[in-house]
């Protein structure tokens, strides 16, 4: 298939793109819908022919006779019809598909084309011209930040359980000046993806206004060539901060290779020297990157002669918008039902609520440092964030009466109880608390035993007391049956006052009656 010519119309386009505003070709060649080569042929030919900017009144004729001059002797385009070699190339990708094939193919269309030698010499001309060359980009000072994490991971050991995690590294980087923040996370997980962020603005002392990410699930729901989505919780980091975030192409790392680079070398002056230490904490990790980083910012580049921190002082610091006044604060959400023992569940750990919430639903938004639980709206409780799965998070306030007494119990307030009762309770008491490994595993005991004045004398107790202490048998139940069994022994007392009535009939009545 022979190459069509342009009209009239886009050859006026291109050179007005390329000596009006003066664009590169690539970008010409994306505004034209042509291929580069299309662009810098055409513009080769504008410059043979003396074709200058603006046209003024020359014609589209005459413009067309300047760009396409016949020449004698050379065989035109119409006598050897040129292949679309964009069209060959993307054949040639199809399985079994072979250049010579495509010029036989051709052949048949055009017998009077090229021979498979000359066939071939264009297209392998055609393909060279498509290989663009490497550009420098030049990045302006304070306006852009590629983020990324580090391949290899640090470990970690859990001091209680031995257990071995690893790591991730987050890695920031400035293009301008190649100045480079790292540390170690828990997890590669959102709130310490937003985190990182926030760390490495700090860090930076300001704000840029474009981030480069790679496709993470962290930054990006939606990966796309073209129109990648980026999630909403990051978003609002973006919208925090007002910076925009540009992720990567997919399979374009050139679009982030100042992140790359600064990975390469977290990996070769950070990790790789950590990588026989043994850490027992998240912190102590940081507090050795944090030093071997300093090294790394510090350090001369052969490029420049100068160091990561000289350029970030003279290029980005300067033109960094300024932090907000409070750092962004990642707030994961979850909604939970109140348990019976008025304490939500947020990852494992359990935080109190007030009880009067007891089967509600709440609202749970847990930033890195605080827990706060809303209902219908309004905050009912704020705890410091516990990552200990299984263990409570109680306060007082949050419990019912009765509770709060429990809490209050001690062997103090015990023996004070059963002093207001009588010698003999005192002993009991005192007993029954030193008969366990630990005080506390008798409070109960206790309580029940000084709970049976409220329904027996303070006498009968006393008495009751004195005969399971001297048994030594210290049981809250050992002394209820005691008082049972004397309660049975004592006749009850004779009442006293009963009213008179000639209805009313003695004791000596009923004898009688029963004696006849």
């Not at 498979?116 to 060359?133: A, D, G, M």
């Not at 000046?177 to 700090?202: F, P, T």
């Not at 950590?274 to 030093?291: D, G, M, P, T, Y």
């Not at 007891?358 to 706060?372: G, L």
Request: with cysteine; proline share 6%; charged share 25%.
């Amino acid at each position: 298939m022979a190459k069509k010519r342009l009209t009239m119309k886009k050859i006026t386009e291109v050179l007005r793109l390329k000596f009006e505003l003066e664009l590169s070709n690539r970008v010409i060649a994306r505004a034209c819908k042509i291929s580069n080569s299309t662009v810098g042929e055409y513009l080769k030919r504008a410059e043979a022919a003396g074709v200058s900017w603006p046209l003024g009144e020359i014609g589209e004729e005459e413009l067309y006779q300047k760009l396409f001059p016949e020449q004698k002797g050379v065989p035109s385009e119409r006598e050897y019809p040129m292949p679309d070699w964009e069209a060959v190339q993307k054949e040639k990708r199809l399985k079994g598909v072979t250049l010579q094939l495509l010029w036989r193919e051709y052949k048949e269309k055009y017998p009077e084309g090229y021979q498979y030698s000359q066939y071939c010499e264009h297209y392998h001309r055609w393909k060279k011209s498509q290989i663009e060359p490497s550009k420098h980009i030049e990045h302006t000072g304070g306006e852009e930040m590629q983020v990324d994490y580090a391949g290899p991971k640090i470990s970690i050991i859990n001091p209680e359980t031995g257990e071995i995690n690893q790591a991730p590294v987050f890695v920031a980087t400035l293009p301008a000046s190649d100045y480079i923040y790292a540390e170690a996370q828990a997890s590669a997980n959102q709130c310490n993806w937003n985190n990182g962020h926030v760390r490495a603005l700090e860090y930076f002392g300001g704000v840029v206004k474009i981030v480069i990410p790679d496709n993470l699930k962290t930054g990006v729901t939606k990966p796309n060539y073209y129109e990648p989505g980026v999630n909403l919780a990051y978003q609002e980091l973006a919208e925090y901060y007002q910076f925009a975030v540009l992720p990567a192409r997919i399979k374009k790392p050139k679009d982030k290779s100042c992140a790359e680079n600064a990975v390469q070398n977290v990996e070769r002056w950070i990790i790789a020297p950590l990588r026989n230490r043994q850490f027992f904490s998240l912190h102590e990790v940081n507090v050795a990157i944090k030093e071997l980083l300093e090294q790394l910012n510090n350090k001369v580049m052969k490029s420049v002669g100068r160091s990561r921190r000289q350029e970030f002082e003279e290029i980005d610091q300067p033109n960094l918008r300024p932090l907000p006044e409070k750092p962004y604060e990642y707030a994961e959400r979850k909604t939970a039902t109140v348990h019976i023992d008025y304490h939500v569940e947020f990852e494992g750990h359990l935080y109190s609520v007030p009880y009067t919430l007891i089967h509600q639903r709440v609202d749970i938004h847990a930033t890195e440092r605080m827990v706060e639980i809303f209902h219908q709206g309004k905050s009912v409780a704020i705890h410091p964030r516990n990552f200990h799965p299984g263990r409570y998070s109680t306060q007082r306030e949050h419990m019912p009466a009765n509770h709060q007494f429990m809490e209050d119990i001690n062997s103090e307030r015990l023996i004070e109880w059963a002093d207001s009762i009588g010698p003999q309770t005192t002993a009991m008491v005192k007993a029954t608390l030193q008969s366990r490994a630990f005080p506390q595993q008798a409070y109960r005991t206790c309580l029940g035993i000084l709970s049976l004045a409220k329904k027996y004398s303070p006498p009968l107790l006393e008495q009751a007391c004195q005969t399971v202490f001297e048994a030594k048998v210290f049981s809250c139940k050992a002394v209820t049956q005691e008082l049972v069994f004397l309660q049975k022994q004592t006749p009850p007392a004779p009442i006293e006052g009963l009213p008179t009535h000639e209805n009313i009939r003695g004791a000596e009545y009923y004898s009688e009656r029963n004696l006849s």
